[in-house]
């Protein structure tokens, strides 16, 4: 069974640009859960979608959006970026609705000039 | 107070000693609670998951909870250099869905 696959895998932009990351979960997983890590911060939930609905956000600004399509497949976008915004952002598949375990991707290693 | 802390190490253990990971969280309604293990440069991978007060044993890992004492932690048995990773706990956040507060991990060497 394939893994949670991202893309790209890697990514430069600059300042003020927007971008498009992109998962998709593992087969039958319907749970997709992105994150952002950091290494001052460590992971940091960003947004969770269960069946092409965002049931849980974490606290990040409005420029991080998503949404997830009707074979589960995942895009987060950030609108505007931010130097700060250079990290790893890691999504992660699960199975069950609730405390599920999660199945994590490659990330997408993302870097603004 | 953050929501979850672990103790950041470095930790280094002698091969073949026992590698004790901790982890103490802030929410008291917290039901699930998991532990990673992410090596350098990878993303990070399930080793154990525990729900209910106690311990639970997967081969050389044991992990322990103590609701009360809203503490978790990871025993790696029989260490080996390939259990040299950063560890990180993870702590249900709510009651619905799969959303998780992360701790910023413990590194973890182990020396042959």
């Known amino acids: 069974k394939a893994g949670v696959t991202q893309t790209p895998r890697y990514l430069i932009k600059t300042r003020g640009q927007q971008v498009t990351l992109s998962c998709s979960p593992i087969?039958?997983?319907?749970?997709v859960s992105w994150y952002q890590q950091t290494p001052g911060q460590g992971l940091q939930f960003l947004f969770e979608y269960f069946s092409e609905t965002q049931r849980n956000k974490g606290n990040f600004p409005g420029r991080f959006s998503g949404r997830q399509f009707s074979n589960s497949r995942s895009e987060m976008n950030v609108s505007t970026l931010e130097l700060g915004d250079s990290a790893l952002y890691l999504c992660?598949?699960?199975?069950?609705?609730?405390?599920?375990?999660?199945?994590f991707g490659s990330g997408t290693q993302l870097s603004v000039l | 107070q953050k929501e979850v802390e672990q103790n950041s190490g470095p930790l280094s253990v002698p091969e073949g000693a026992i590698a004790s990971l901790n982890c103490t969280y802030s929410d008291r309604g917290s039901q699930s609670f998991f532990w990673y293990r992410q090596y350098s440069g990878k993303s990070p991978e399930l080793i154990m998951f525990?729900?209910?007060?106690g311990d639970k044993e997967d081969g050389r890992f044991t992990a322990q909870l103590n609701k009360a004492s809203q503490y978790v932690s990871l025993l790696i048995r029989d260490s080996q250099p390939s259990d040299s990773a950063t560890y990180l706990c993870a702590v249900n956040i709510g009651n619905t869905g799969n959303q998780f507060y992360f701790g910023t991990g413990t590194s973890l060497t182990v020396i042959p």
């Open positions: 992660a598949s699960s199975f069950g609705e609730t405390n599920e375990k999660l199945f």
């Open positions: 087969s039958g997983h319907r749970s």
């Open positions: 525990i729900y209910s007060n």
